[in-house]
């Protein structure tokens, strides 16, 4: 195990603007520790037009070649050199030498009766991270990871109590989306990154995957919804990047106290500062904020954390979506609320005028929820069964 002295939060404490500079020591250090993937065949999926010339070379018909390639990998999601018939044959032995088209294998594939698919992949170095595709009557969505594993150590939630491997590859975020593409008779319009991993962490690679999806798939930006755990000064750098990406800030608990012992990142980023780097978020785009909120029983579902969540979201353009706790196995044994007490925390928040949804539960029986697969899979490329390989949460540091 490696340990994280990189983020020690004490020694950032005397340093007078400590609260963004951990935000980028915490960020260089996850984008420096990726330990195996460079040693990897680089592929055509996550390369912009740019790094695709660069890789063709001097050629003469280089921009043709170029809008040919992207229009195959991401407009048809193709996914071999065979693929590629209006290629000349001598283009593409050339490049199958030193490259694949994109990095993906699936380890596992579950389907569930309601039309979920979730799938376990990974791209060799035996790293596996999660992608789903969920269909709905009027869209297809599709939830990506963006590492593999997540530094933050909720206390709740799968994927950080299993630790932190790596960030994952622009290639390895588009090609998941492309992989559902390919396994999905409707196309898909709409992501959301809420599965592996805390995509601000990931930020450089998270922009470019962002544009990828929009300039070469085709997909709307309002159609892209990243989940954070509230990385203040990154949110605030998405904010400048003026894409009218949705954001959602995974809240959880309108109190400190509460929120500092559910997610390490209260410590350095309370409510209140994260709920203004929301706020203004929103007002830089114009966008409606998402505020996860999950419900675990006696500890976040109190009517008290529900007055003051009204009170807090109140004249925010924005949507509270209520979570009810997907069972995971916890220190402290948290349960999920019963229907009725979910009703009585909803109700509040709707007297009061805030726009709430619920979420739907969907794909349970595969374990369609944040981390649950990759949890089961651990051991699966002979890893040690008891736990990631990679960093420990930085719950033990902040
Ligand atoms: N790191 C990002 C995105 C990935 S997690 C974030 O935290 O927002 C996606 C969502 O799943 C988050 O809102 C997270 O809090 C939620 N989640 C994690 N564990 C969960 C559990 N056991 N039950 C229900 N939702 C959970
Ligand atoms: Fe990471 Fe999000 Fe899970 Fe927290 S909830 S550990 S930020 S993936």
């Not at 959602?248 to 409510?271: F, G, Q, T, Y």
Request: net charge neutral; proline share 5%; aromatic share 6%.
């Amino acid at each position: 195990m490696i340990p994280c002295q990189p983020l020690n939060g004490d020694r950032l404490n005397t340093i007078s603007d400590h609260r963004s500079i951990f935000a980028q020591i915490l960020v260089e250090f996850v984008e420096r520790y990726n330990p195996k993937v460079e040693e990897l065949k680089p592929s055509l999926v996550g390369m912009t037009r740019e790094q695709l010339a660069e890789l063709l070379g001097s050629r003469s018909d280089v921009k043709m070649r170029v809008a040919q390639i992207t229009k195959r990998i991401y407009g048809q999601a193709v996914d071999q050199f065979d693929g590629m018939a209006d290629l000349p044959q001598a283009l593409r032995t050339e490049l199958s030498a030193k490259c694949v088209v994109q990095p993906l294998s699936v380890a596992s594939h579950r389907h569930s009766t309601d039309g979920v698919d979730k799938f376990l992949v990974h791209n060799g170095d035996g790293e596996v991270y999660e992608c789903v595709l969920l269909p709905y009557e009027d869209r297809v969505s599709c939830c990506l990871s963006s590492q593999v594993g997540c530094p933050m150590g909720c206390k709740f939630c799968a994927t950080g109590l299993g630790g932190f491997d790596r960030n994952l590859t622009p290639g390895e975020i588009v090609g998941q989306y492309l992989l559902l593409q390919r396994h999905s008779e409707r196309r898909i319009s709409h992501v959301v990154f809420m599965g592996m991993g805390e995509p601000l962490l990931n930020y450089n690679n998270l922009l470019t995957s962002l544009r990828l999806l929009h300039d070469e798939v085709g997909l709307s930006y309002r159609h892209i919804t990243v989940s954070t755990v509230g990385i203040v000064p990154q949110i605030r750098n998405l904010a400048e990047e003026q894409l009218p990406i949705h954001l959602a800030l995974s809240l959880h608990s309108p109190i400190d106290e509460v929120r500092d012992r559910l997610m390490p990142v209260n410590h350095k980023w309370p409510v209140a500062e994260v709920m203004k780097a929301m706020k203004d978020y929103q007002k830089a785009t114009g966008r409606k904020i998402t505020i996860e909120y999950l419900l675990i029983k006696e500890v976040t579902d109190t009517l008290e954390q529900a007055h003051e969540l009204a009170r807090i979201m109140r004249g925010i353009p924005s949507v509270v979506n209520l979570i009810p706790f997907n069972w995971v196995d916890t220190e402290q044994g948290f349960a999920r609320p019963e229907p009725e007490r979910v009703r009585a925390f909803r109700s509040i928040l709707n007297n009061k005028g805030i726009n709430t949804t619920q979420r739907v539960e969907r794909g349970h029986e595969i374990a369609a929820a944040c981390g649950q697969l990759a949890g089961q899979h651990k051991g699966l490329f002979g890893k040690n069964p008891t736990g990631r390989k990679g960093l420990s949460p930085i719950a033990t540091v902040s």
